[in-house]
């Protein structure tokens, strides 16, 4: 049968014992053996975490076991770093319950910790280049630390607040992955964004367009064949729809066209054919709801164009070209940019649309001369894509000849 659960008394003495041998003791071969053995009890009975918090309020903050644990991050032995990163993961991520002593500083001390930690993270991640993957067994420690910690309500807080979210959308940036360990890379990072999303302060910071990490994860759903990364992504975006302005995001950046080839394919994870028909459904509602001008408007904002409906209509430039001049001409503005993409497809468009702009305004050309769109269109006509020099012929003509209409007769 199991041993009968220790008194309280028993196991905050456990840990002052484990406090005092961490503290006292410098040779790495006594801390391996120490945190070994707290890594084997932690283990077979999670609930001795809360022990951590329970010594630290009954003494007013000044007891403070993980201090010595803290200091521990900054030894060599990557034995050492592995078991302390994950412990103190877990103990900072225990979801205690209310405190029979509550104490201001306490509070403080263990509120300073989780900081410390969060951002100590965060660091170890921001030298991490997304397109080597995991490249280190430090990096490898790390990340699983990380997910442990967004397990709880009060690590994605932490995380948030030491401004976690613009390097998990940098890792999760580049290029195509060719390798294992750029994809598992992708995974865990994904993983934790995922985790991330459950919580409502995270989720509003995510779904600002300015944050890119929505855009970043509809990319993802088109471009990676790896079924586990698609599912945690797909879930990540399920978690999104109704927030802030993520459906509209998500629906810009092509979402609707990626689900429907998705679709087509075989998943061995039944809940990834669930929520794509979720995101499908719900987006199909949003979409209804959006006018074609915000679809429009987001799409370029998102700063990666398709061959959406809204180009090829001549209804669109007809009905929408003053809405161009809107918010000091913001959307012009940011369509210019465009002609600095990387991406042929977007290159391509974004000619396109300025030809139609100037063909449908009749300031057009004035004003696409003087927002500096000559110079990078010309510079397009010597593109190595083919469709790109194509658009960036017809949109330097517009330019240049003020009477077009008489292109469209010759």
């Known amino acids: 049968p199991p041993s009968p659960r220790p008194p309280a008394q028993n196991g905050t003495a456990h840990v002052e014992l484990f406090k005092e041998l961490i503290a006292s003791v410098s040779k790495d071969e006594v801390v391996q053996y120490v945190l070994a053995m707290l890594d084997e009890l932690l283990t077979a009975r999670p609930a001795l975490a809360g022990y951590f918090h329970m010594l630290l309020f009954e003494s007013k903050g000044f007891d403070d076991a993980l201090n010595?644990?803290?200091?521990?991050?900054?030894?060599?032995?990557?034995?050492?770093?592995?078991?302390?990163?994950?412990?103190?993961?877990?103990?900072?991520?225990?979801?205690?319950?209310t405190p029979?002593?509550?104490?201001?500083?306490?509070?403080?001390?263990?509120?300073?910790?989780?900081?410390?930690?969060?951002?100590?993270?965060?660091?170890?991640?921001?030298?991490?280049?997304?397109?080597?993957g995991i490249d280190s067994p430090k990096v490898?420690?790390?990340?699983?630390?990380?997910?442990?910690?967004?397990?709880?309500?009060?690590?994605?807080?932490?995380?948030?607040?030491?401004?976690?979210?613009?390097?998990?959308?940098?890792?999760?940036?580049?290029?195509?992955?060719?390798?294992?360990?750029?994809?598992?890379?992708?995974?865990?990072?994904v993983f934790c964004v995922w985790s991330l999303s459950?919580?409502?302060?995270?989720?509003?910071?995510?779904?600002?367009?300015?944050?890119?990490?929505?855009?970043?994860?509809?990319?993802?759903?088109?471009?990676?064949?790896?079924?586990?990364v698609v599912r945690v992504a797909l879930a990540t975006l399920?978690?999104?729809?109704?927030?802030?302005?993520?459906?509209?995001?998500?629906?810009?950046?092509?979402?609707l066209k990626g689900i429907e080839n998705l679709q087509q394919r075989k998943w061995?994870?039944?809940?990834?054919?669930?929520?794509?028909?979720?995101?499908?459904?719900?987006?199909?509602?949003n979409l209804v709801s959006m006018n074609s001008w915000e679809v429009y408007s987001k799409e370029i904002a998102s700063e990666r164009l398709e061959w959406s409906p809204s180009h090829k209509s001549e209804a669109f430039w007809r009905d929408n070209c003053k809405a161009f001049e809107g918010h000091n001409m913001?959307?012009?503005?940011?369509?210019?940019?465009?002609?600095e993409s990387r991406e042929a497809e977007t290159?391509?468009?974004?000619?396109?649309?300025?030809?139609?702009?100037?063909?449908?305004?009749?300031?057009?050309?004035r004003l696409m001369t003087q927002l500096g769109a000559k110079g990078p269109v010309m510079a397009l006509l010597k593109h190595d894509d083919s469709e790109v020099q194509k658009h960036a012929l017809n949109c330097v003509q517009r330019l240049m000849i003020i009477n077009w209409e008489y292109l469209s007769k010759n």
């Open 68 to 97: 010595p644990m803290m200091k521990l991050l900054t030894r060599q032995s990557l034995f050492v770093f592995d078991k302390a990163t994950s412990l103190l993961a877990r103990i900072l991520s225990y979801t205690r319950h």
């Open 100 to 132: 029979p002593h509550l104490d201001a500083h306490a509070e403080k001390v263990l509120a300073r910790h989780l900081c410390t930690y969060a951002e100590w993270v965060l660091l170890i991640l921001k030298s991490v280049n997304p397109l080597d």
């Open 140 to 189: 490898v420690y790390t990340l699983n630390a990380l997910q442990q910690l967004l397990s709880s309500a009060s690590g994605r807080a932490a995380i948030v607040q030491s401004d976690g979210l613009p390097v998990l959308v940098g890792l999760m940036s580049g290029g195509e992955r060719t390798t294992h360990s750029a994809v598992q890379l992708l995974y865990h990072v």
């Open 198 to 228: 459950y919580s409502a302060e995270a989720a509003m910071a995510m779904a600002t367009a300015k944050l890119g990490l929505v855009g970043r994860l509809v990319e993802i759903i088109k471009s990676v064949q790896k079924e586990k």
């Open 238 to 255: 399920r978690n999104l729809v109704g927030v802030g302005p993520a459906s509209s995001s998500m629906v810009s950046a092509g979402i």
């Open 268 to 285: 061995a994870d039944e809940d990834v054919l669930t929520d794509l028909e979720f995101l499908h459904s719900a987006l199909q509602i």
């Open 330 to 339: 913001q959307t012009l503005k940011q369509l210019v940019a465009l002609l």
């Open 347 to 365: 290159l391509a468009i974004a000619c396109h649309d300025i030809g139609q702009f100037i063909k449908v305004h009749p300031e057009g050309r």
